[in-house]
């Protein structure tokens, strides 16, 4: 089955050891989403890739950043991670027609990372 | 910011009960969907609607639309206890590729 795969589901760091996280896709959608969802609250957008582009939120702190070599995998780094990173990190992929909007997100079953 | 928000943030039934959830948002959309999510995994889509949609039906799911009044409601008719779980709509803004999920309501079903 075409699918949303993330590695790892479970991942654990030091305080300021640099970590990445990967997902990957066999839908060969051109959008990819990085989500970072802390416990009961909803998923937070930090970035995504338009195909090559690259569109950070605002707010997204610089000490994440992300990585898509081709369509089918994208890779979320962060740098020095901090007990506030703690969290759930979701990765997505749709379909985004010509005018923009965005068809049905397909998510992965997330990697959940502890900082210690 | 925000886009969208839910009430209730909190819902509990018992089995055979309908559940509504209602989402409310901010500017004009392309679409607004509704995702569900069981503790500690992905989200899963439900349903779609689109702007030009008032109301959409997916089995015991009802998805109805007003533009109007920039708000949508989620129905599950005849819930079951493995509807418990988290629920989102999420809205498409226009002229923009990415959605914003609103704050979700827990919904549990009692057997």
């Not at chain 1, 949303?4 to 990957?24: A, E, M």
């Not at chain 1, 989403?33 to 610089?62: C, G, I, M, V």
């Not at chain 2, 509704?34 to 998805?63: A, C, F, P, T």
Request: a neutral charge; proline letters at 4%.
């Amino acid at each position: 089955d075409a699918m949303v795969i993330q590695n790892p589901r479970y991942q654990v760091t030091q305080f300021g050891k640099p970590v990445t996280l990967s997902c990957s896709q066999t839908l060969n959608h051109n959008v990819m989403y990085w989500y970072q969802q802390k416990s009961s609250q909803a998923p937070k957008l930090l970035f995504h890739y338009y195909d090559k582009d690259f569109n950070n939120e605002a707010d997204t702190p610089d000490n994440f950043q992300s990585r898509r070599p081709n369509t089918s995998f994208c890779f979320l780094d962060i740098r020095s991670p901090g007990l506030g990173d703690a969290a759930m990190y979701l990765c997505a992929t749709s379909r985004v027609f010509g005018t923009g909007s965005t068809d049905t997100q397909y998510f992965g079953p997330g990697t959940r990372l502890t900082v210690l | 910011s925000q886009q969208g928000e839910e009430d209730p943030q909190a819902l509990s039934i018992q089995e055979g009960e309908n559940a509504t959830m209602n989402c409310s948002y901010k500017t004009s959309i392309n679409n607004l969907q509704w995702y569900r999510q069981n503790s500690g995994r992905g989200l899963v889509h439900l349903i779609l609607i689109r702007s030009n949609e008032r109301e959409k039906h997916s089995g015991r799911l009802r998805v109805t639309l007003d533009t109007s009044k920039k708000s949508s409601s989620l129905l599950i008719t005849a819930s079951r206890a493995a509807d418990t779980a988290s629920y989102f709509c999420a809205t498409d803004p226009e002229n923009t590729d990415k959605l914003i999920f609103g704050t979700g309501t827990r919904l549990q079903v009692f057997p």
